[in-house]
């Protein structure tokens, strides 16, 4: 069974600019995470979707936003791109419901410059 | 805001030294404690998720233990092998379940490496 996989797994993007990345689930899990992880901070929670609507949102600008398709897969947006968005973004996803454990991708690496 | 802490932060051991390390999370409105081991180069790969205080799981060499009343969750490693070498984080959703139960707030983690 295939995992959680996003894409891409690299990227540069120049300050100002916008960046989307995507991640498909495991199949059959309905809720998609979104996770940063900044250089020497531990991981920060950023949006969930769930049967394709945002269920919550971390401590981030509105320049950071997302969605979730019919398929369950999820796109990550972040406009005005600024060098503190330079991180490993990760996606996680999970069954609906419970306390049971996330199953994460690999995640895209960005470099703003 | 929920403050999930680790100690150590990196720790070195001989491969056959068993280890531990300690996870603390406030006592107060818990819900479930979660495990991951993150090797470099690879995606997070969950451990355990417990919600029981006394709890106790295992999965081969890597254990784990509760204790919700005073907020803290130990990880014991036996017999460490070099594979054994990773970041090991612990997570406690934010809140209640309906609009947290993905609202994860992790821990700095713990860095193992396992010397051959």
Known sequence: ?113 | ILNVEQSPQSLHVQEGDSTNFTCSFPSSNFYALHWYRWETAKSPEALFVMTLNGDEKKKGRISATLNTKEGYSYLYIKGSQPEDSATYLCAAPSGAGGTSYGKLTFGQGTILTVHP
């Open chain 1, 1 to 113: 069974e295939a995992g959680v996989t996003q894409s891409p797994t690299h990227l540069i993007k120049t300050r100002g600019q916008q960046v989307t990345l995507r991640c498909s689930p495991i199949s059959g899990h309905t809720s998609v995470y979104w996770y940063q992880q900044a250089l020497g901070l531990g991981l920060q929670f950023l949006l969930w979707y769930d049967e394709g609507e945002e269920r919550n949102r971390g401590n981030f600008p509105p320049r950071f936003s997302g969605r979730q398709f019919p398929n369950y897969s999820s796109e990550l947006n972040v406009n005005a791109l600024e060098l503190e968005d330079s991180a490993l973004y990760l996606c996680a996803s999970r069954p609906t419901g419970g306390w049971t454990e996330a199953f994460f991708g690999q995640g895209t690496r960005l470099t703003v410059v």
